[in-house]
């Protein structure tokens, strides 16, 4: 999340540190946050850093957003643990129904959060 940071909020130009992760595979830890109320098993959702990032309150700049499209054999169940994401990451502003986006991510797979060695 602290390279994900380098998004400028006023123009939606990365770092270069950030850049060179556009379109690469990364693994990102975060909380799901569902688009749809009712699915138990989702295959897009926001991913957000922290889970005081709740959207009933203003939501996280785009810059701590992240939009995942999940291959649909591997969507995760809803959870309010943390995640693993694995995928392939674009720099690219959306808008979704919680306010603007600053990436998506192609998600490969999931796994219940476990702080890597």
């Avoid at 556009?22 to 109320?37: C, E, R, S, T, Y």
């Avoid at 649909?72 to 169940?77: D, L, M």
Wanted: proline residues 9%; contains cysteine.
């Amino acid at each position: 999340w602290r390279m994900l940071k380098g998004l400028n909020l006023e123009t939606y130009k990365p770092s270069s540190e950030l850049a060179k992760l556009n379109g690469g595979k990364v693994k990102v830890a975060g909380f799901i946050v569902p688009l749809d109320d009712d699915a138990q098993e989702m295959t897009e959702f926001l991913l957000v850093p922290s889970p005081q990032a709740c959207i009933h309150v203003p939501p996280p700049p785009a810059n701590q957003m992240v939009l995942v499209r999940m291959a649909s054999k591997v969507a995760p169940k809803r959870t309010y643990n943390p995640i693993w994401v694995r995928g392939k990451l674009q720099i690219v502003t959306t808008e979704s129904q919680f306010g603007k986006v600053g990436f998506l991510m192609y998600g490969d797979d999931t796994e219940e959060y476990r702080q890597d060695p």
